[in-house]
């Protein structure tokens, strides 16, 4: 079964950084895309980076863009996702996950798997 354990979120302030881990296991073929999704109160749940494990291609939502870094350590099949310059609006429930397949996707509905949410609060 695939697994994906993610870990630290927490409280900082705006202007300050987090690093968010996902660790994978399990995945029954080589190819997939993984990475984050976030969820803030009465909002729905949106892709923020992801990166695919065939090419290394990532995406980006254009609202982190230049602050989030997404890079996966393909020794320890854990994703990382950097973030810098956090702001307020960055407050969310953040989830690690991944779907199947060479190409990279950032599409909700297109994963296969998810994690566990970790809460990032981001004060002002």
């Known amino acids: 079964d695939v697994q994906l354990q993610a870990s630290g979120g927490g409280l900082v302030q705006a202007g300050g950084s987090l690093r968010l881990s996902c660790a994978a296991s399990?995945?029954?073929?080589?190819?997939?895309?993984i990475g984050w999704f976030r969820q803030a109160p009465g909002k729905e749940r949106e892709g923020v980076s992801l990166?695919?494990?065939?090419?290394?291609?990532?995406y980006y939502a254009d609202s982190v863009k230049g602050r989030f870094t997404i890079s996966y350590d393909n020794a320890k099949n854990t994703v990382y996702l950097q973030m810098n310059s956090l702001k307020p609006e960055d407050t969310a429930v953040y989830y690690c996950?991944?779907?199947?397949?060479?190409?990279?996707?950032?599409?909700?509905?297109?994963?296969?798997?998810w994690g566990k949410g970790t809460l990032v609060t981001v004060s002002s």
């Open positions: 990166i695919a494990s065939s090419d290394s291609s990532t």
């Open positions: 996950a991944a779907a199947l397949g060479a190409v990279l996707t950032s599409y909700k509905h297109a994963m296969d798997y």
């Open positions: 399990g995945f029954p073929y080589p190819d997939y895309s």
